[in-house]
């Protein structure tokens, strides 16, 4: 038998799967409210009032740090209300960029460090096929957040690390 034949019956038995799988996934979305399956769970909200919060990393039992996709803040929240606001970047959250992940240094409770990972902005190029800088700026510059597509460096996504001790 020759081998490049047999994935062919595999291929139709995926087909009516994935078929059968995505009429279901649709009449299950449009049910309504969640069903919780376990009895002793229940869903509440923590914090509201956030713009596209996206990531957060745990500083205490009742206190964390949550980033907002398109603002590019990092927001304090204290007991389920927003405290301040500690870290505000300029990105680019067009599609799939923006402030997108956090992570505590393993050394956290004495050094402070958090590290952070973002799409930063650059000037929209003359060029839509020659982007207008090839790196982000080093350090960061404030600014205004884009939206712009094309408004980002070659190599616009990072990983920050911050640089502070404070733990206020």
Known sequence: MNPMRRPLPYFGILLVLAFSSSENATTMAQSGTPTMLVPTLDVRAVVTGLTTPVSMAFLGASDMLVLEKNTG?????????????????????????????????PDFATNSQVYLYWTCTAPHPSDPFVPSQQECSDPPVPGADSTDILAVPLLGNRVDRSSGTDRR
């Open 73 to 105: 803040q990092v927001k304090r929240v204290i007991d389920g209300v927003v405290n301040s606001t500690v870290l505000d970047l300029a990105v680019n959250n067009s599609s799939e960029r923006g402030l997108l992940g956090i992570a505590l240094h």
